[in-house]
């Protein structure tokens, strides 16, 4: 077996292009270097790919900061960053995040005399180390994923993700602050809440795959209709209810506004970041946005086809930028998420997690089971097919959404 190969960077399978196999023989031509002793060059391979993982996502990550901001100068009507300059050269403020990197180094460490500071230090630390876990079993291409075919990635990707709730209270805990205490508990609160329907939505696409590997599911999805229209699961009634509580529900998980009370400043100062500063409170905005990438890349490859094309004859373009535009788009729309909602209170998130998005996905679970069970179904009974499962997606939605919003509004303003 190649040492590329044991990375999760194969290079035997591509025969689409040359840009297809870069990765793979990229790293088979590092490695070639080396004794041939297969312990050590395996463990080049794997560093080599772990590298790479971290370089790609680490300047997205610094890329998306600025993007974000400079986007919602946009829909707010201001200029975003535009200053920051390097050797004279001012491209469109895309050098700020460089300029933070310098800032969050050099600025001062403020730590509370009563807080426990070995804990202090390491929450973001583990946060930031939780989240990176999830990319581990991600298929960014063919053959491409570090820590190869895993049979159960999923179950690994919820487990590694779901360890970041204890770096958030530990947090909260070790800063020995009420405000951040009483934040941390808030967050753990939403994030429990909002992973019973992530995870709900999750099991129609391993039950209609017949597998837990994320490369397989994303391989149940790999054909066309006619050449053009993808199987991709989001293109089902039920791919599309599950996508659609899959991303409201990532958007908690994430911290992202509608959702960002665990750190909003107008609910208790900046939540279970009161008591950080500098690099340990950049940190917590590197596993913020770690963690985002990670939920869209899940959610990319169970709905979205993962690195699959859109239509047949585009299969020339590498199946890796296919995974990366996708995951950038979907991040994209969690910022104009952000631009345009206004934040819940607590009440209504935890409401709309139990009284609507877990019913929502048992019943989503029931509509797959249908879905896969009338698959030999042909003429009218297809059309009956489809017309009974957007029944079951359309009516539990608006029921729930009667009864959700029951004497709760509209609001009525009157002037005196």
Sequence with gaps: MKPCALAGFASEAPTFSSLEALPGDLSDWLVSFLPDIEWLRWLTASLLAIVLILTVFGLTFAMLTVTERKLLGRFQNRYGPNRVRVFGIRVFGFFQPFADAVKALTKEDIVPAAADKVLHLLAPVCLVAFSLLGFAVLPYGREMTLLGNLDAALLFFFAATSASELAIFMAGWSSRNKYALLSAMRALAQLISYELPLLLVAVPAVMLAGTLSLQGIVLSQADWLGGILPHWNILTPWGFAGALIFY?????????????????????????????????????????????????????????????????????????????????????????????????????????????????????????????????????????????????????????????????????????
């Design 248 to 416: 409201i529900a990532a958007l908690a998980e994430s911290n992202r506004c509608p959702f960002d009370l665990p750190e909003g400043e107008s609910e208790i100062i900046a939540g279970f970041l009161t008591e950080y500063s500098g690099f340990k409170y950049a940190l917590f905005f590197m596993g913020e946005y770690f963690g985002m990438a990670a939920l869209a890349g899940l959610g990319v490859t169970l709905f979205l086809g993962g690195w699959t094309a859109p239509c047949e004859f585009l299969q020339f373009i590498p199946s890796y930028l296919w995974f990366y535009l996708k995951l950038v788009a979907v991040v994209l729309s969690f910022m104009w998420m952000r631009a345009t909602l206004l934040r819940l209170r607590m009440d209504q998130l935890m409401r709309l997690s139990w009284k609507f998005l877990v019913p929502l996905a048992l019943v989503n679970l029931g509509n797959a089971a249908f879905w896969q069970f009338s698959s030999n179904w042909e003429g009218a009974w297809l059309a009956a097919r489809w017309a009974i499962s957007l029944a079951v997606a359309i009516v539990p939605f608006l029921l729930l959404a009667k009864t959700l919003t029951a004497g709760l509004g509209p609001r009525q303003y009157r002037y005196a």
